[in-house]
């Protein structure tokens, strides 16, 4: 048989049989929540928190849903209790977000400090390659003259590279130039002389252009050799040109290049697609023509192969030779580059070695 027990609730109520047991219930629910509330250590826990006891289907809730179980008078007052342990329990939630929030806050705001007496970053300009600083001056050298700049491509065509400059297959000129090949008649350009080529079935006299790249060969790497250089390929092709054309352009560069009173010398030479031709020389920039360790005591230094355009070449590009005349040269941009600022390895531009480049 079941005894009416009698204990006092907070506010002096007093409970029967179910109702203690739901008291008991809430105190114990209402302690877990608290400590609950506490151990919270941010926003998305306390939230948790709230839905398992104050949500829809949550724990305060639920005990709400046992009132029917209870006598008539004892229900007012356990309503009562559970809307003030809930009204309590929501209090410390919005109290305990409240402190999470500025604490998330501080965090951040510490996170974010910016200690403004340490000293700047330091800022890292990008400087150009002596390669391109060269190759710019080049090309303004030669715009100045009216040139324009046209692009050939690295990969080319034996056709292109040797069969249309007046060398053909077993050619011993051929020999002159070891070449990287890729596929039957597919190589890496020996010479930029290919884009002459290019230029000459794509324009119409007169032309003036100069073609700057890189060309390959297999040669042994040394302190003057690379697999890896750079030329830059000249054309003018129109009517009446002649060897002067060519030697006042060529001057006129060395002099720009090298200042007005470097010498410039033409030794006779052979290149198959030019005839004459010619290899051109200028005065040690380093001695002035004395004699010194970079022109190996000869006073001079070899910078370009040029000649007058030969017939074959012009007729092969569909240019008539007796209408027409033209000459060409190929400047080697390295040497150019490796005697104006003294590097004593041409391997040197091609290492990429950061302590190098920023000297320039
Ligand atoms: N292509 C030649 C070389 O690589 C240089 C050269 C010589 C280019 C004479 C020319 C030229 O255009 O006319 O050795």
Redesign the pocket.
Known sequence: MLRPVVISSQDGAYFLFGGEKMKEQLISISAAAKTAVEACENEAQIEEVRVKYLGKKGELTAILKQMGGLSPEERPIMGQLVNQAKQELEALITDKKEILKQAARDEKLKAETIDITMPAKELKVGKLHPLNTVLDDMINIFQSMGFDVVDGPEVETDYYNFECLNVPADHPARD??DTFYLADNILLR????AA?IRTMENLKPPIRVICPGR?FRADEVDATHSPVFH?I???VVDKGVTMCDLKGVLEQFAHEIYGKDTKVKFRPSF?P??EP?VEVDVTCSECAGKGCRVCKGSGWIEI????M?HPNVLRSCGIDPEEYSG????IGLDRLTTTRYKISDIRLLFENDKRFLDQF
């Open positions: 002159m130039q020996t010479q930029t002389s002459q060309v030329q390929e000249g054309l290149f697609f030019t031709s370009l192969g040029a000649g355009v000459f060409a040269f190929g």
